[in-house]
């Protein structure tokens, strides 16, 4: 296979290590490939994302923080993830305090949501209580630094910390999901609008790399009639996410899932962007083609919450909540946390740096939408509002 082709990096040049794996991930693409070399689009992001050891999230570097790509909120103020604890103390004592009480975080990234969630528990519930928490990672190199981050966090708790595969690893569990810019990372189909039938996007690899390519819709296009797509040109479908929520349906016997990202119904995105969301990152920056630097940039797509709330439907589990991220961490009770935080702080500048970070939890996130599910025969609380859609 060809090295990459050299098309200029806008968020910095490319080391050897880095151009190395990404020829390598070229190679592994055109393995994949199928006739006339085409890859179907979430195969795509699924290997310019994971592929082991030259995957965008399996390398060794940070895909998130100053290093990485981009910022997540546990990132900005320690007081989401305590946020986030109260929620869950809050379901801990919903269900009787149970003795295996396990809270599954999937994609905890550098642990930064882990070890806020896990002092927030200490805090809300003790230190002695006992609970486990597992921290489910597909990239060896994020579940070492998240495992040592939650245990380092775990000290004050009687937490029992450990990573897994899959939330389903050791079957049904009561407690708690807790997925943080998750689905934005699954792999994403794309499909156009052409003459009023549908065409599935993807790439051909050629020998000067990725181009862009498109074939005949023969299974799994959108449900919408093309003639009535909301006036989309392209749109983008997630089965993988209908998957996740299967797989929740089907092991949490008793608790909540708490699903937090950003994106939108799906009328308003089509509408907002008849293009699709397609986005790549690299540095804080957005990189003008998806498919230059394969493996050394972050792909995704806004998450169609329509479709979302729909899966969970199917797989009956009960909607408790679906607004802005900003509602939810107010029903958490964020607020009440961050006049904590201003009267613990060790002097002006300090109070000032979190009062900043809070007001960026609450209106820098502005795009984000929480879906709080409940699973199990026990009612959700009072304090559970219904649907905001």
């Not at 992001?45 to 923080?65: I, K, R």
């Not at 809050?90 to 969630?117: K, Q």
């Not at 959108?222 to 003639?227: E, K, N, S, T």
């Not at 006036?231 to 479908?237: L, S």
Request: charged share 25%.
């Amino acid at each position: 296979m060809a090295t990459p082709p050299e098309r200029p990096d806008p968020a910095g040049p490319v080391t050897a290590e880095e151009a190395g794996r990404s020829r390598e991930l070229l190679r592994r693409m055109a393995d994949a490939a199928g006739p006339g070399w085409f890859l179907r689009f979430d195969r795509f992001v699924e290997l310019a994302l994971y592929a082991p050891g030259v995957g965008f999230y399996m390398s060794p570097d940070p895909p998130t923080g100053p290093r990485g790509a981009f910022y997540t909120a546990p990132q900005a103020s320690p007081l989401f993830g305590r946020a986030i604890a109260r929620r869950l103390a809050e379901e801990f004592r919903r269900l009787g305090s149970p003795a295996g009480f396990r809270v599954v975080e999937v994609g905890p990234g550098d642990g930064a949501l882990a070890e806020g969630i896990l002092r927030g528990l200490a805090a809300e519930l003790g230190p002695e209580t006992a609970f486990d928490y597992w921290l489910v990672e597909r990239s060896p190199a994020l579940a070492e630094r998240a495992l040592a981050r939650a245990r380092s966090a775990s000290a004050v708790t009687g937490a029992a910390v450990r990573t897994a595969l899959a939330l389903s690893e050791d079957g049904p569990f009561e407690g708690a999901v807790v997925a943080n810019e998750l689905l934005d990372a699954l792999p994403f189909r794309r499909f156009a609008r052409r003459n009023g039938a549908w065409r599935e996007l993807g790439v051909r690899v050629t020998p000067e790399g990725l181009a862009e390519s498109e074939v005949d819709a023969a299974s799994g296009a959108p449900p919408a009639d093309p003639g009535e797509a909301d006036g989309a040109r392209i749109v983008e479908i997630r089965p993988a996410a209908d998957g996740f929520l299967r797989e929740i349906a089907d092991h949490l016997s008793a608790g909540c899932a708490l699903l937090l990202d950003y994106g939108d119904e799906g009328p308003i995105l089509r509408a907002e962007h008849p293009d699709g969301t397609l986005a790549a990152f690299r540095r804080h920056r957005t990189v003008a083609d998806p498919l230059a630097l394969p493996g050394l940039v972050d792909l995704s797509a806004w998450v169609d919450f329509t479709r979302v709330r729909a899966a969970a439907r199917a797989s009956r589990l009960t909607e408790a909540f679906y607004g802005p991220q900003a509602e939810a961490l107010v029903r958490w009770g964020i607020e009440a946390l961050a006049r904590e935080s201003a009267v613990s702080a060790g002097g002006a500048e300090e109070r000032v740096r979190s009062a900043l970070a809070t007001k960026n939890l609450l209106f820098g996130f502005e795009r984000f939408r929480v879906l709080e599910l409940t699973a199990g025969d026990r009612a959700p609380t009072e304090r559970s509002i219904p649907s905001a859609g």
